[in-house]
């Protein structure tokens, strides 16, 4: 047996030089620090975007993209095909918690100044990373046609059309028209299931590859705690530990899909009026929140575009942070980048609550 | 040698010019494909919203107008009117609410009067007005000249 094992693996060896890949993974090492548990996010993001493309194949066997038949082939699905409702719903449910690791991930990433000189290319591909996750999230929401998502994409492709200069192209292109239609349903359908899944691998493959050349970064105050003795190796230790969180997280999202259920709702009608509770994907709801607070114009110009303008200039702060934060690569952290976390995820978690409890 | 190098200077610049006309080309086809063409809704488009008993006085009723929902509405003691039923604030289907008697957006709580008049909430901007022609006991809108 053994003989034959070792046979197996001298075929294997002489073709693809599997013991370089062993000896790469038995260095690699993860800083062992007191922060080490939000390392975990980044495996975590990892193994729900497996979860992801695995459930989203399964749906397309029986999904239709058609204005008269998507609501209907969702039903069927969630109805009549064995186990449908478990597949559906942990898309639904994985989904949001994707978008939820993919946020605790950046904001660990932004408090440890992960982003500081080596790794401002690695900072820039994980904010692609959750800037497609947030698409993901946007173009998946309308397939089911259903009249919450339906309405929830005319106001969000409206607040895409707001943004000044291009955004009137942008929205009519993402719509494919001036209205949320047919053709709305097949781009998004194309989008979600295609394009977006092929940046995503690429950009993903890039993140890692980063992460594998430039090492694990470690927080400015643990630099001197931690030392290479004390790391722990990747492989077996790290990634057992890894694989015990992915295995309860798999645990708490098959509960939610059997406790929880998605609802489908009643099917989308464009030629009706938008019912009372309309709300996007809670992850768009500091957004929509905000937007709600701002009176109709602000001085010269209309109140959503100034809201909107606001978002655009946090996320481009939150991209540009790596460049803004020059203290950090030389180890001294300035508290104001901190304060702006802290505000950023106060003004976000503040909004979220309003829109679920005062509507 | 510098008549050497300006020469592979040609070469490259022809060959990059090349390159850059080639993908131009490309990513022109692909960026006039993806923005979609006009409807073609054209200006005059009549439609029949609603006979004389389907709207009783304080009612509306949302219509088809060409690709976009329009509303009709009949106050309680004045003239019909008809709008443009998208919300000037974020593009949501309006509704005509009795019990207000005026025009109500569910999305934002954005209220309009009975003139499409933006009077409360985020709406920036009054809604669009229809024009209503009256042919026996139907009522016909079509955009304003």
């Known amino acids: 047996m053994k003989t034959q094992n070792s046979k197996v693996w001298q075929w294997f060896e002489e073709r693809l030089r599997i013991s370089e890949i062993v000896r790469f993974l038995s260095h690699k090492t993860v800083p062992r620090h007191r922060y080490t548990a939000w390392y975990y996010f980044g495996g975590v993001v990892l193994f729900l975007f497996g979860v992801q493309v695995f459930t989203g194949i399964l749906l397309l066997m029986y999904y239709t993209p058609t204005p008269e038949a998507a609501y209907e082939s969702v039903r069927f699905l969630v109805g009549e095909v064995p186990f449908g409702w478990l597949i559906r719903n942990t898309h639904s449910w994985a989904a949001n918690l994707f978008v939820l690791a993919c946020f605790c991930h950046m904001f660990s990433a932004y408090f440890m100044r992960a982003y500081r000189k080596p790794r401002e290319i690695t900072w820039l591909t994980g904010f692609l990373l959750l800037g497609l996750a947030l698409g993901f999230g946007f173009s998946g929401y309308l397939l089911p046609w259903n009249e919450l998502a339906f309405f929830a994409t005319r106001v969000g492709t409206s607040i895409v059309s707001t943004v000044p200069l291009l955004g009137g192209y942008i929205g009519e292109t993402l719509k494919g028209g001036e209205m949320v239609t047919g053709l709305t349903l097949s781009r998004f359908f194309g989008i979600h299931v295609a394009l977006l899944p092929l940046i995503a691998v690429l950009v993903l493959l890039l993140h890692l590859a980063l992460i594998q050349r430039q090492g694990m970064s470690e927080p400015i105050s643990q630099q001197h705690h931690s030392s290479q003795e004390e790391a722990i190796p990747f492989f077996p230790h790290f990634f057992l530990r890894e694989a015990m969180v992915w295995l309860g997280i798999m645990a708490v999202l098959l509960a939610l899909s059997i406790l929880s259920p998605w609802e489908l709702g009643t099917k989308a009608d464009p030629f009706a009026s938008a019912p009372a509770g309309i709300k996007p994907e809670w992850y768009f709801t500091y957004m929509s929140q905000a937007l709600k607070y701002l009176p109709g114009r602000i001085l010269l110009w209309e109140g959503e575009t100034v809201g909107i303008v606001g978002f655009m200039l946090g996320g481009l702060y939150l991209l540009l942070v790596p460049l803004l934060d020059r203290g950090a690569a030389r180890g001294k952290p300035n508290p104001i980048f901190t304060i702006i976390g802290v505000c950023i995820i106060l003004f976000m978690v503040v909004m979220i609550i309003l829109a679920y409890t005062v509507g | ?145």
């Open chain 2, 1 to 145: 040698m510098e008549r050497r190098l300006s020469r592979r200077m040609f070469s490259n610049l022809l060959v990059g010019g090349g390159l850059l006309i080639w993908l131009g080309t490309i990513l022109q086809a692909i960026f006039r494909y993806v923005i979609p063409p006009a409807s073609g809704q054209v200006g005059s488009l009549s439609v029949l919203a609603a006979k004389t008993t389907e709207l009783p006085p304080n009612s509306g009723k949302i219509v088809r107008y060409g690709s976009s929902p329009a509303i009709i509405v009949r106050p309680p003691g004045g003239e019909v009117r008809a709008f443009l039923a998208i919300c000037t604030h974020l593009a949501c289907t309006v509704q005509y609410r009795d019990d207000l008697a005026h025009i109500w957006c569910a999305c934002h709580n954005g209220h309009f009067d009975l003139f499409g008049r933006n009077v409360s909430g985020p709406p920036p901007r009054p809604l669009e007005e229809l024009q209503v022609v009256t042919r026996g006991n139907e009522f016909f809108i079509s955009k304003r000249a």
